[in-house]
């Protein structure tokens, strides 16, 4: 069973910047995809980022030019850099990784902006 432990979250202010992690328990080399994933109450969960195992990457239109993905396969941690924060990108954020068909997922850390 592979676990995903996400880290980073917190209360910052609107222009500022948070650094997101999710430490895997295994080797991140074995996933097709990481990225992630948000929810704010009341809304429907979206894609935030993802990066292939081949280094293909992605956003969602919110987050383009703002928020930078990376990962570190010696560490077995992927990173979310969130820069520019506004107070709608206040939400649950959740890492995931998947591996053919399977896909896991981390618990969430919260992120509120606010000022």
């Known amino acids: 069973q592979v676990h995903l432990v996400e880290s980073g979250g917190g209360l910052v202010q609107p222009g500022g910047s948070l650094r997101l992690s999710c430490a895997a328990s295994?080797?991140?080399?074995?996933?097709?995809?990481m990225g992630w994933h948000r929810q704010a109450p009341g809304k429907e969960r979206e894609l935030v980022a993802f990066?292939?195992?081949?280094?293909?990457?992605d956003y969602g239109n919110f987050a383009k030019g703002r928020f930078t993905i990376s990962r570190d396969n010696g560490e077995n941690t992927m990173y979310l850099q969130m820069n520019s924060l506004k107070p709608e990108d206040t939400a649950v954020y959740y890492c995931?990784?998947?591996?053919?068909?399977?896909?896991?997922w981390g618990k969430g850390t919260l992120v509120t902006v606010s000022s």
């Open positions: 295994g080797s991140i080399s074995s996933f097709n995809v």
């Open positions: 995931f990784g998947s591996v053919s068909s399977v896909t896991y």
């Open positions: 990066i292939s195992s081949g280094g293909d990457r």
